[in-house]
């Protein structure tokens, strides 16, 4: 458990004083010292990583989200422990315990803590106190970082698993993992989503044909109903709050489901416009869990320069948005992160330049990502495509680990909150896609929303 800080009373600056003068020190003497820090790193031999360096003197702001603040960390995982493409869902009860994963390519181990903030159905702070849904510390060191061997990128790898005998949770619902330096809560590091449920409910969910006959051939309909019996509802419709993700896609999360029929402590859906999601199509992917030959689309592997990170060169790829569908394998937008020479183990897998590669006849208006679970299901810049007129294609090189990954090619358009997989795949009603039904309850009693059921479905599966 971290010890507080001592508190003082001795200094004539308030707490926003102190910063002031601590904030405008720093920026003297990072402008003052960068050019000695970049003389010093003349003549490195070490892999070369893009790190700006980032502005002490802002403050960081916290996002309720899959977010990584620090711009050394790279393959951030967190997962059920036993199968890495589980989804971080963890049961109350039990309480099985969930697995993060991450590295960082500067070359220093550093001391970082972490804890948990209880969350709202929406993802914003809840009303509730640590202690009300923690028992044990309120936050832990995290266990010190390992050094890679045998790679060309250098890096240190963290490994935590929670809940443990240091820290367990005492109610359901979302959850928000931060992690941050020593023991300032302010100095994040990267915050990730997680959930604790409890089986309270009955979720009937199935994945069914639009009833919308324009969207028939793309789309795909989630309905569903909720059985309560033995839990107390207040407001059914003010009360139960339901979330559908596919693919867990937070992005472009469903919410605002409100019952046609309400009988029997039984709320039936029928058809909700919120559950109509556009089928999309299979993710593309590749293998580079073994560097030795160039395996699934792959096409070359080139040594890099000096003693650089190789170079791993995709086939180009091709736009899917008029194609008739292809029911090929994938793991709905997941990576594994593997080293088949090393037996799996993470600290042995080595980190590689893939380079993107998508034809086209000419430059879209909206902006084009490479979009997977690596990128958090979101666009972000570090993988936005570049459009080359010459080549009339669109090029991305981005530094992964080893592994094997999926991926699709997605744009946004300006002020959109989700981004747009359909306009180069195009969008299909036999798409294999997993939808993630949640549940919650506010309890006013207690005051906080339970994660009080949830129900996985698959559009082929069931």
Known sequence: MLLPRPKTTTSPLSSAAFRT????????????????????????????????????????????????????VRTVQLFKRGFELAPPITDLENQEPLVLRFDDLQPNIESLSYTVVHCTADWAASDLMQGQYLSGAMNDYIPTGRQSYNTLQPFIHYELEFPNGMMRFTRSGNYLLKVYRGSDEEDLVLTRRFMVTEQALQIDAQVKATRNIDLRDVAQQVDLSIRYPGLYVQDPFGDIHVTVLQNMRWDDARTNFKPRFVRDNELVYDFPEQGLFMGGNEYRNFDLKNLRLATRNIGRIEPGAGAGVYEAYLLPDIKRNIRVYDNQRDNNGRFLVRNDLVDGDPLGADYVNVHFILPMSAELAEPVFVYGGFSDFTCQNAYRMSWSPEEKAYGLKALLKQGFFDFTFATRSQGASAADLTAIEGSHYQTENDYLVLVYLTDHQQRYDRLVGMRFVNSVRG
């Open 21 to 72: 003068h601590a904030s405008v020190l720093v920026r003297i003497l990072v402008v003052c010292l960068s050019p000695l820090l970049i003389a010093a790193g003349c003549g490195s031999s070490s892999p070369a990583v893009a790190t700006a360096p980032p502005e002490y003197w802002q403050d960081v702001v916290i996002r309720y989200e899959d977010h990584t603040y620090s711009p050394t």
